[in-house]
């Protein structure tokens, strides 16, 4: 006679956040609400990499280019107002950056096209007391720097993007156009 034993466990699903395709391959970065992340490659259509979150909502995510490796690499915004690298390989959050501006609500990367030579590439974050921060992802140095503040608007920045040129930021929020 066989013997089959099961566990059971209650399964609390929680929602999804933020999705962010990456540039350069055909992987996608899933934020959840309770801070975990998956990474799922489009091609096999399956869940690669989980990293367990802790416990802080993840509130948007983004891809930089590594100008060393040439690697793309994913950076989660969360509630807290930290902006922290996700190393997928080591399967956790790490160099979390404060961004003196509250939770941020929107990242975006700058467009690959117009990272020069020499340059970090930038990303723009959507912040809670109306500024749009400017953050550097150096080469071969793990987490992003903070630049400078580019903007200050009058309530709550909750989205941000880049122009394709690269030389224009558009952010919208809370109090309006």
């Keep these: 006679m066989a013997l089959h034993r099961s566990r059971l466990f209650e399964w609390q699903p929680s929602p999804v956040v933020s999705i962010s395709a990456c540039p350069g391959a055909a ?3 899933v934020g ?10 489009l091609h096999l259509m399956t869940c690669v990499q989980r990293v367990v979150g802790e416990n802080i909502e993840v509130t948007c995510l983004a891809w930089a280019l590594d100008s060393i490796t040439g690697l793309w ?6 509630l807290d107002g930290s902006l922290a690298e996700v190393l997928w390989k080591e399967g956790t959050i790490a160099s979390p950056t404060d961004s003196a501006g ?3 609500w929107a990242l975006a990367s700058q467009p690959r096209g117009s990272v020069k030579a020499g340059y970090s590439h930038q990303l723009a974050a959507a912040c809670d007391d109306g500024g749009v921060r400017l953050f550097g992802v150096e080469g071969g140095e793990q987490g992003a720097q903070f630049e400078r503040v580019l903007t200050m608007l009058q309530g709550k920045v909750l989205a941000c993007s880049w122009h394709p040129d690269g030389d ?3 952010a919208g929020g809370s109090d309006g156009p």
């Design 27 to 29: 992987l996608v970065a």
């Design 32 to 41: 959840y609400e309770t801070g975990d992340l998956e990474l799922w490659d």
């Design 73 to 78: 690499r994913t950076f989660a915004g969360h």
């Design 102 to 104: 509250g939770t941020i």
């Design 168 to 170: 224009v930021i558009a």
